[in-house]
C-alpha cells in the first residue's frame, strides 16, 4: 500500500483541514506535483542544486571513537551538517523553491521557529532572486538573534509574531494568514513533514535523500543493512528523510528522538509522540500537546528547532503500526550528548541533533549483541555554541 492515500492520510492521520479558501491553492499544488514529478527536467534540476549548490551526496561517516565508547553499537554518522546552511533543512527548501518556480509565484513566505528553516528559505529566495517574508516568534527572534540577522543580510523581511506563546505554532498561524490573504502570487514553504496535504509527503520525499543515499552508502561499507536508524524529531522531517527508504526493510529498527525539556513528569517540553493525544494542528490531524480542552500547550526544549507541540502526521502512523519507536531525552542529556560527540569526533553537533546522540548512551545499554546504527546528524553546532556557552 502507498502512503499517504489520494487524500493525504496516513492511516487515521494527516488530510487538510483547512479554511475554505486554501481549499483551491492546496489542489493547485497537488496538480503541480503530479505534473513535477513525472518531469525529468524538473528531477535534474533539483539534482543539480542538490549537488552543485548544497553539496549532496554527505558522506556516511563512521565514528569510530564515539563507538569505541559506546562499545556494543558500531556508529555510522549521516552528515547532514555538512551541508550548505548547516543542516538538513536545505534539502527540502531547494526542492519547495523549484516548485514555486514553476508555478509562477514570485513571493515566498515561512515560518520558523529557531531560525534555521527561515535562513534556509531565505538563502534559496535570493539563490532564485525571489521576494520573501519569514514569520518568527517575537520569543524566538530574542533567542536567535543572529539567525535573524541572517535572514535580513539574505535580504529577507522577518515580521515578528507577538500573538500567543510568540514561538513557532504562532508564527505558523500568522504564515497560514498571510498566505489566505496572498494565494495568487505568493508560495508558503513549510519547513517539515507537518501542515495540511501535500505539504508532509512533498517534504518527506525532498528529504528521503538522506535515507536513499544512507542506505546504498551503508551497504558498500557493510554489506548488509544496519540494526538501527536513529534521529531527532521536531517536525520529523530529518527522522522521516533518513526513515523512508527503509520502511520495507523490516529488519531495520527505528527510533525517534523527542526533546523531554525538563523532563517527561513536567509541563516543559516537546515530546508531542510520547506524551501528546491525537488533534488537530497547523491543518492536519496527528498526535499534539494539548489540554483537556484542546488548546494546544507551549512546548519547551532547550533546542529550538524540536520546540513544536505537534508531530508530521506520517510519524504518528509509524508509531501506531510499531513501524518506528519514540523517545524522549531531557535537555540535560542533550548537553552530554552535545559533549560526547564534540569530544569523541571533533563535531560539534546541532543542540537538536545533539538528543540523537544522547540517545545512543542508553540504547547501547540495552542492546545484548553487536549492533550497527545510523545517525542522522541533522545538523551542525555552530549557532548554539553561546547558548551552550551560557548553560554551561
Ligand atoms: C529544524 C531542525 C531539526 C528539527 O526539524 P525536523 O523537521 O524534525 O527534522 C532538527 N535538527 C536541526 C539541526 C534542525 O535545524
Known amino acids: 500500500m502507498k502512503l499517504p492515500d489520494k487524500r493525504g492520510h496516513f492511516g487515521e492521520f494527516g488530510g487538510k483541514f483547512v479554511p475554505e479558501t486554501l481549499m483551491s491553492p492546496l489542489a493547485e499544488l497537488e496538480t503541480a506535483l503530479k505534473t513535477l514529478k513525472k518531469n525529468k527536467r524538473f528531477k535534474a534540476e533539483f539534482s543539480f542544486y542538490l549537488k552543485e549548490y548544497a553539496g549532496r551526496p554527505t558522506n556516511l561517516y563512521f565514528a569510530q571513537r564515539l563507538s569505541k565508547r559506546l562499545k556494543n553499537l558500531k556508529v555510522y554518522l549521516k552528515r547532514e551538517d555538512t551541508l550548505h546552511t548547516g543542516a538538513h533543512k536545505i534539502n527540502n527548501t531547494i526542492g519547495q523553491i523549484l ?8 513571493r515566498i513566505i515561512a515560518e520558523t521557529g529557531a531560525g534555521q528553516h527561515g535562513v534556509a528559505t531565505a538563502t534559496v529566495a535570493s539563490l532564485f532572486g525571489l521576494q520573501c517574508c519569514i514569520y518568527m516568534g517575537a520569543e524566538d527572534m530574542k533567542r536567535q538573534a543572529l539567525n535573524v540577522f541572517r535572514m535580513r543580510l539574505l535580504g529577507a523581511e522577518v515580521i515578528e509574531v507577538k500573538s500567543g506563546s510568540q514561538t513557532l505554532k504562532d508564527a505558523m498561524n500568522e504564515a497560514i494568514r498571510d498566505w489566505v490573504t496572498n494565494v495568487q502570487n505568493t508560495f508558503y514553504i513549510i519547513g517539515s513533514v507537518a501542515g495540511p496535504h501535500p505539504y508532509p509527503v512533498m517534504v518527506r520525499d525532498f528529504q528521503a535523500v538522506i535515507g536513499q543515499e544512507a542506505r546504498e552508502q551503508f551497504f558498500v561499507k557493510e554489506k548488509k543493512l544496519p540494526d538501527y536508524l536513529i534521529a531527532c524529531v521536531g517536525g520529523g522531517s530529518n527522522a522521516m528523510g533518513l526513515f523512508h527508504a527503509f520502511f520495507q526493510d523490516k529488519t531495520v529498527k527505528m527510533v525517534g528522538v523527542e526533546a523531554a525539556g525538563f523532563g517527561l513528569h513536567t509541563k516543559e517540553h516537546a515530546a508531542s509522540l510520547s506524551q501528546g493525544s491525537v488533534g488537530i494542528l497547523h ?6 500537546l494539548q489540554n483537556r480542552e484542546g488548546q494546544i500547550r507551549v512546548a519547551h526544549s532547550i533546542a529550538a528547532g524540536l520546540d513544536y507541540p505537534g508531530v508530521g502526521p506520517e510519524h504518528a502512523y509509524y508509531k501506531k503500526i510499531g513501524r518506528a519507536t519514540y523517545v524522549a531525552v531531557t535537555d540535560r542529556e542533550a548537553l552530554q550528548g552535545l559533549k560526547l560527540l564534540s569530544r569523541a569526533e571533533g563535531i560539534i553537533p546541532a543542540l537538536e541533533t545533539a538528543h540523537a546522540i544522547a540517545y545512543l548512551e ?5 542492546v545484548k549483541r553487536k549492533a550497527t546504527v545510523i545517525v542522522c546528524l541533522s545538523g551542525r553546532g555552530d549557532k548554539d555554541v553561546a547558548a551552550v556557552k551560557e548553560l554551561m
Open 99 to 106: 516548485i514555486a518556480k514553476h508555478m509562477k509565484k514570485n
Open 283 to 288: 491543518g492536519s490531524k496527528s498526535s499534539l
Open 362 to 366: 542508553k540504547l547501547a545499554q540495552e
